[in-house]
């Protein structure tokens, strides 16, 4: 029993050491491993709580990489049909009400999404933080009972939303529990806290988000995600203009 013990308390020291020598980038690059995969699935809603009333908005969504993603909205009647592509750089939205696609750039990229706290230019967003950022650890913080890391985050170019960002992650599971976004001047712009997560597939994930635009009254969005499964297979026609009038 005491050889036991010994060897437990070693693998916790050596534990620790190990998370105590990882750098920003090193902690940043675990993060988006977590986060990325081939292909992915989703099916979420967003409670969009404004100044009078709150809605729901619900979609489905297929991801492949980075780079493509496609997005039909369920409800409420009002905005079903309502598709959104992304391929590379590049977005469409198409309104079954119009019957018009159309691309979004240059300053619509700002307008908010279906009236959330999320913009286009969120959406658009490159999801493998150590592309757009530099990370150095500036402290560590308990919370919501996890032990996490405080990453400072600045921009590699000047092309991004956010200059400069500020996460706290989880130590042991390399996922965010709270973040904070700025412009350049230092000014708050949004701010994201992860209520729930739970194991899936060897990963955690965020299955309760709240995301709040802090230049805008409100209670901020709710993101819940309801499914979502990791690389199953995906038609290659998803990924196409075609299918936003389908």
């Given at each position: 029993?005491?050889?036991?013990?010994?060897?437990?308390?070693?693998?916790?020291?050596?534990?620790?050491?190990?998370?105590?020598?990882?750098?920003?980038?090193?902690?940043?690059?675990?993060?988006?491993?977590?986060?990325?995969?081939?292909?992915?699935?989703?099916?979420?809603?967003?409670?969009?709580?404004?100044?009078?009333?709150?809605?729901?908005?619900?979609?489905?969504?297929?991801?492949?990489?980075?780079?493509?993603?496609?997005?039909?909205?369920?409800?409420?009647?009002?905005?079903?049909?309502?598709?959104?592509?992304k391929?590379?750089?590049?977005?469409?939205?198409?309104?079954?009400?119009?019957?018009?696609?159309?691309k979004?750039?240059?300053?619509?990229?700002?307008?908010?999404?279906?009236?959330?706290?999320?913009?286009?230019?969120?959406?658009?967003?490159?999801?493998?933080?150590?592309?757009?950022?530099?990370?150095?650890?500036?402290?560590?913080?308990?919370?919501?009972?996890?032990?996490?890391?405080?990453?400072?985050?600045?921009?590699?170019?000047?092309?991004?939303?956010?200059?400069?960002?500020?996460?706290?992650?989880?130590?042991?599971?390399?996922?965010?529990?709270?973040?904070?976004?700025?412009?350049?001047?230092g000014?708050?712009?949004?701010?994201?806290?992860?209520?729930?997560?739970?194991?899936i597939?060897?990963?955690?994930?965020?299955?309760?988000?709240?995301?709040?635009?802090?230049?805008?009254?409100?209670?901020?969005?709710?993101?819940?995600?309801?499914?979502?499964?990791?690389?199953?297979p995906?038609?290659?026609?998803?990924?196409?203009?075609?299918?936003?009038?389908?």
């Amino acid at each position: 029993m005491k050889k036991l013990l010994v060897i437990f308390q070693l693998l916790l020291f050596l534990k620790a050491g190990f998370a105590q020598t990882l750098t920003g980038d090193e902690i940043l690059k675990k993060v988006d491993q977590n986060i990325t995969a081939d292909t992915k699935i989703l099916t979420s809603k967003m409670i969009i709580h404004g100044r009078r009333a709150s809605r729901t908005v619900a979609s489905k969504s297929w991801i492949r990489g980075i780079k493509q993603s496609f997005t039909e909205y369920l409800a409420p009647a009002r905005d079903a049909g309502t598709k959104m592509l992304k391929l590379d750089d590049e977005l469409w939205t198409y309104s079954p009400a119009s019957d018009r696609t159309i691309k979004i750039s240059g300053h619509l990229l700002r307008q908010s999404v279906m009236g959330s706290d999320l913009s286009y230019e969120d959406m658009m967003e490159d999801p493998e933080l150590t592309k757009l950022y530099r990370a150095k650890v500036v402290g560590e913080e308990l919370l919501h009972e996890r032990n996490c890391w405080i990453l400072e985050l600045t921009a590699k170019t000047e092309d991004v939303a956010y200059y400069t960002r500020k996460l706290w992650v989880d130590k042991e599971r390399f996922v965010l529990h709270k973040e904070s976004r700025y412009a350049k001047s230092g000014k708050l712009l949004k701010t994201t806290e992860i209520k729930t997560m739970r194991r899936i597939n060897n990963r955690w994930v965020a299955e309760h988000i709240i995301f709040k635009d802090e230049l805008k009254e409100g209670q901020g969005t709710e993101f819940i995600i309801d499914d979502i499964q990791y690389n199953p297979p995906i038609p290659e026609h998803i990924f196409s203009k075609a299918a936003l009038k389908k």
